[in-house]
């Protein structure tokens, strides 16, 4: 059985931090992204880490989050800080199985996604 978890999502105020958590079980993936959904907008691509350790951002979060992964406990991350109210969406981790290329920054190119987390940033 393969899942992805998350967790880590909350409340927190503008400008503060949060690390949010997915947890693989079963194998352990080629490549992981993030990916969020606010209330009535379309899901968008948050970041990336490839099985060789290369990470990849949306312009809008740049230079304050940050993707990285334990293999030992096959665990990925993302601490955000400086976070913004515009920030606030369900927060969703995805991992790929597949073989072959792929556009990381695509759902379609992962096939295994965890349940989401709230992150919620007030003003």
């Known amino acids: 059985q393969v899942q992805l978890v998350e967790s880590g999502g909350g409340l927190v105020q503008a400008g503060g931090s949060l690390r949010l958590s997915c947890a693989a079980s079963?194998?352990?993936?080629?490549?992981m992204g993030w990916f969020r959904q606010a209330p009535g907008k379309e899901r968008e691509f948050v970041a990336a880490?490839?099985?060789?350790?290369?990470?990849y951002y949306t312009d809008s979060v740049k230079g304050r989050f940050t993707m990285s992964r334990d293999n030992n406990k096959n665990t990925v991350y993302l601490q955000m800080n400086s976070l913004k109210p515009e920030d606030t969406a369900v927060y969703y981790c995805?991992?790929?199985?597949?073989?072959?290329?792929?556009?990381?920054?695509?759902?379609?190119?992962?096939?295994?996604w965890g349940q989401g987390t709230q992150v919620t940033v007030s003003s």
């Open positions: 880490i490839t099985s060789r350790g290369n990470t």
């Open positions: 079963g194998r352990t993936f080629n490549a």
């Open positions: 995805a991992g790929r199985l597949l073989s072959g290329t792929y556009y990381y920054t695509r759902e379609n190119a992962y096939n295994y």
